[in-house]
């Protein structure tokens, strides 16, 4: 009778299946918050005023579009594709960059069109149980108008909110490419935060693994690799899209503002550097686990090497008088049974002392 085996492998959702057989274009949201509520913010703003609004609808800002004030909408709720369908038909956004932003799958990327510009970065936070979470960030830059796409609630742009509301900076002084370099600067200063919290997980693994290596602190080693391999796959590529921002000769990117993209630039150059070095730190724990259970292993083939050693000659004598020979004159002895005994005990301190002299024990 054959035993039905249980599954070592839990089937997933495919996010791939949603887009297969799909023709180019085809605006498919393929994240898992499928329960995200639909939430717009509008902040409409010069260096005089500044108008904020919350919509439900997407259908209460279509008459925001080009105007002298720089316009961010940023939009919460990737699900309600036919709201983000309306908004694309009205900044007469192009069918495949509305595709991008819906397909949370994406690389981090800049896409240059005739009226806007592209880009997508990844947001990384950990949640309330510690677990490292991706979400997705497209943002598009136009005429004096940035759009923010985001999957749900919550995000890295808050301190951004409170100084075009309360005019802090220059913020309210520059134009909309300025405005897009706030918001994925204000991403990429997170990632220093996320840096820090791993560093400081590295750290603590180091030291346990000093302590008292064990099979539980391997299982942490991998999941900090697959950490890091996460916050890599979600980093790496801005070296590409910064640069490219950097050097950009689009009208939508100011001389001024590029100067701010360089030092951007640099910002990003540093947290792919300290993930490199943290990658390399995690593969050394591996090995110090290893070069650690080693160690341990020899020093107990030590001991028992010694237990041994020191009970092969005990062994000899009393194999010696356990033979049933008659001939044997010591078995006659009035005290040859102490006498044997005083000899193996004299050999067992003579090769403990032997042991210590030679720093074995």
């Known amino acids: ?93 192009h069918p495949l960059l509305l595709e991008d932003i819906v397909n949370v799958g994406q690389r981090p990327k800049l896409d240059e069109y005739e009226n806007c510009m592209f880009a997508v970065f990844k947001m990384l ?8 979470k991706v979400e997705q960030v497209s943002m598009v830059l136009g005429d004096n108008y940035v759009l923010t796409f985001q999957e749900a609630d919550g995000d890295v742009f808050e301190h951004i909110r409170n100084r075009i509301k309360e005019d802090k900076g220059r913020i309210r002084k ?15 200063d997170n990632y220093f935060l996320i840096m820090e919290t791993l560093g400081e997980k590295i750290e ?11 099979d539980i602190l391997v299982h942490q080693i991998q999941r900090l690799k697959r950490e ?29 503002t590029q100067t701010y993209y360089r030092d951007l630039y640099d910002h990003t150059i540093q947290v792919i550097e300290t993930i490199e070095t943290y990658r390399d730190m995690l593969w050394g724990l591996m090995d110090m686990y290893m070069s650690s259970v080693s160690n341990k292993m020899n020093n107990i083939m030590k001991v028992l090497t010694i237990i041994a050693t020191i009970f092969i000659p005990l062994t000899f ?12 004159p010591e078995l006659h002895y009035k005290n040859g049974y102490y006498t044997v005994w005083g000899i193996m005990i004299l050999i067992f301190i003579g090769m403990i002392f ?8």
Not at 204 to 214: G, R, S, T, V
Request: glycine residues 6%; aromatic residues 10%.
């Open 204 to 214: 603590d693994l180091e030291e346990a693994l000093i302590d008292n290596p064990n």
């Open 317 to 328: 004598i009393v194999g010696v008088y356990g033979m049933n020979f008659e001939n044997m």
């Open 125 to 132: 936070y950990y949640n309330t149980e510690d677990v490292l």
């Open 228 to 256: 890091s391999l996460n916050i890599r796959r979600s980093i790496f590529p801005l070296r590409e899209v910064v640069g490219r921002l950097e050097k950009s000769d689009n009208h939508f990117i100011t001389e001024n």
């Open 1 to 93: 009778m054959i035993k039905k085996t249980k599954k070592l492998f839990s089937k997933k959702p495919s996010k791939i299946k949603k887009k297969i057989g799909a023709s180019p274009g085809t605006i498919t949201y393929t994240g898992e918050k499928e329960t995200s509520e639909l939430f717009i913010e509008v902040y409409d703003y010069n260096e005089e005023t500044v108008k904020i609004r919350e919509l439900d609808r997407v259908e209460e800002g279509l008459e925001i579009k080009t105007t002298d004030t720089v316009t961010w909408i940023n939009v919460n709720g990737l699900r309600h594709v036919n709201a983000i369908e309306k908004l694309g038909d009205h900044f007469e956004l």
């Open 174 to 188: 520059q134009g909309a490419d300025y405005l897009l370099f706030c918001l994925m600067d204000a991403v990429v």
């Open 354 to 361: 032997y042991f210590k002299r030679k720093k074995w024990l």
